[in-house]
């Protein structure tokens, strides 16, 4: 069941005109239609003015949180993490592919293609990429744990040496 709209002043006397007594119901509707539009578009228009107090709009929606960004200064002499196995897997993946598939030039197709092959691989397969891997990490961990040393004691200025991952 539908609630009859309630009738404003003008929605009766633009009903009562002369021209419209020869109209249809349709055209009632129709103007009534019109009214709800623009009684609608008056009280967004209302809700957006700006506020002169404020100079903000006084809008009904609520406002997009924007994501902080992490402003973290970024230290260059700071290790670098090594790559995982399958990083070193897909170096050597990568090399084989593109000599069997010349035509290939695209990495996403050679990412795909290689993704595959290890979820295919046996743990065995896997175990030379694993090694290199845990030597990498293990060499990260002794730079990280002298890079924090040096942080510490305030030596980050000079490096004695210097180190892949520096």
Do not use: H
């Amino acid at each position: 069941m539908r609630k009859k709209a309630p009738r404003s002043r003008k929605a009766l006397s633009s009903s009562s005109s002369p021209g419209s007594a020869v109209g249809t119901k349709r055209t009632a509707s129709n103007n009534v239609m019109k009214l709800r539009s623009t009684e609608k578009m008056k009280r967004t228009a209302q809700q957006s003015e700006v506020n002169v107090d404020n100079k903000k709009p006084r809008s009904s929606k609520k406002p997009k949180v924007q994501a902080k960004k992490k402003t973290e200064k970024v230290d260059p002499k700071r290790p670098k993490k090594p790559p995982t196995a399958f990083f070193y897997f897909l170096e050597d993946f990568r090399k084989g592919y593109q000599e069997q598939n010349p035509d290939v030039k695209s990495m996403r197709d050679i990412g795909k293609a290689c993704g595959d092959k290890w979820k295919t691989m046996s743990y065995e397969e896997k175990v030379q990429y694993y090694d290199i891997a845990t030597v990498k990490r293990a060499e990260f961990d002794r730079a990280m744990a002298e890079y924090i040393k040096r942080k510490e004691s305030g030596e980050d200025q000079e490096t004695d040496e210097d180190s892949e991952y520096e």
